[in-house]
């Protein structure tokens, strides 16, 4: 296999990470113009349009938007329906995830100034939100559970999912998820019409405030068309993974740990820094000796082909370097002392600690959020949260003195912008 093969001390090395960063999320004119068509005649016909996009997409039959959602009797016997492992498991993780989330809870706060002037935030959850989920051949009950919960603890009211079923199939381990993380409605509406009906809402399906969850490059086109009208919780790109080893970890962990992400298409990007090159070439050996015994061989050697790497990095400073030029999704540190490391990190958007933290564990129970920020926007977002869910306000209240000595203030800042009105109106509250 032909993995890129990079050190940083090569003097065209900066040139080479551009290349192989390079991403260009843009929906070409094709895909904008089908997205602009759809979300438009959702916003003006609703339910009669997605109905028709429905059928048309997703090769259904249906005639109403009643036979396009689920109950909750449904979801609940979706989860008394499975296996008593499976159950078990999707319970734990969700269990996690919330014990988690629950630690980001946000509680509004005030305070007093020695003149009686009060401050403060005021917290608010959102009153809807809508979460997309992929369907198909595809199950992500995973993804049920990390996009919903956050919005439960955060006290959200009504959490409304979407998610396409094609030929009609019902994904039984997506809808339990979907009972287990509190979902008030489900749904069987995908693609682009899916997040149009849930901004601009129809007769059936209820508008929302934000919009969050994964998607197709449709799906990510009409979440980028409808912010504005709703929120969005990103517009995401391909998986990413950056793994940092010191040469000690068995290099079969560290391939598996590649593939993790390579497998999830070909556009998913693998990349392994190291300061051993010996241990950079017992993992090449890895990765060719592991492949053949992988379902998705084909779409992981593409991957690795085109967007892959193994760096070889000149010391521990120069690896954090690298870190934070790339900012990943996903950063695993299987080194000795991975605490010892954490100061000089400031870009990635989960960091995994230690050998035997594999990044699969976060995608499906360690309990942090696996919706992450992805194409270097580590450097400016974080994971979702609770906080996502939840709006600030702020708190001001003055007291009489309070407001004629901040009416002083006002006053000469407002007339230096020649806002008149604005500087009389903290004039009048000025005691002679």
Known sequence: MNIRRLASSQSDFADQMDQLLAWEAVSDASV??????????????GDSAVIEYTNRFDRMSVE????????????????????????SALLAASERVRAYHDRQKQDSWQYQESDGTVLGQKVTPMDRVGIYVPGGKAAYPSSVLMNAIPAHVAGVDEIIMVVPTPDGELNQLVLAAAAAAGVSRVFTVGGAQAVAALAYGTATVPKVDKIVGPGNIYVATAKRMVFGAVGIDMIAGPSEILVVCDGQTDPDWIAMDLF????????????????DAEFLDRVQASIERLLPTMERQEIIRTSLEDRGALILAQDQKDAVEIINRIAPE???????????WLPEI?????????????????????????????????????????????????????????????????????????????????????KN
């Open 260 to 275: 993790s992400q390579a497998e999830h298409d070909e556009d998913a990007q693998s990349i392994l820094v190291s300061m």
């Open 330 to 340: 996903h950063l695993e540190l299987s080194v000795e002392d991975p605490q010892a």
């Open 64 to 87: 109403s938007m009643a036979e396009l959602e689920l109950n909750q009797a449904q979801l609940q016997e979706a989860l008394d329906g499975l296996d008593e492992d499976t159950r």
């Open 32 to 45: 904008q113009g089908t997205v602009t068509e759809i979300v438009n005649r959702v916003r003006t016909e």
């Open 346 to 430: 400031r870009h990635a958007g989960a960091i995994f600690m230690g050998r035997y933290t594999a990044e699969a564990l976060g995608d499906y129970c360690a309990g942090p959020n696996h919706v992450l920020p992805t194409s270097g926007t580590a450097r400016f977002s974080s994971p979702l949260g609770v906080y996502d869910f939840q709006k600030r306000s702020s708190l001001i209240m003055c007291s009489a003195d309070g407001a004629s000595e901040l009416g002083k203030v006002a006053s000469v800042l407002a007339r230096g912008e020649f806002l008149t009105a604005h500087a009389r109106s903290a004039e009048y509250r000025i």
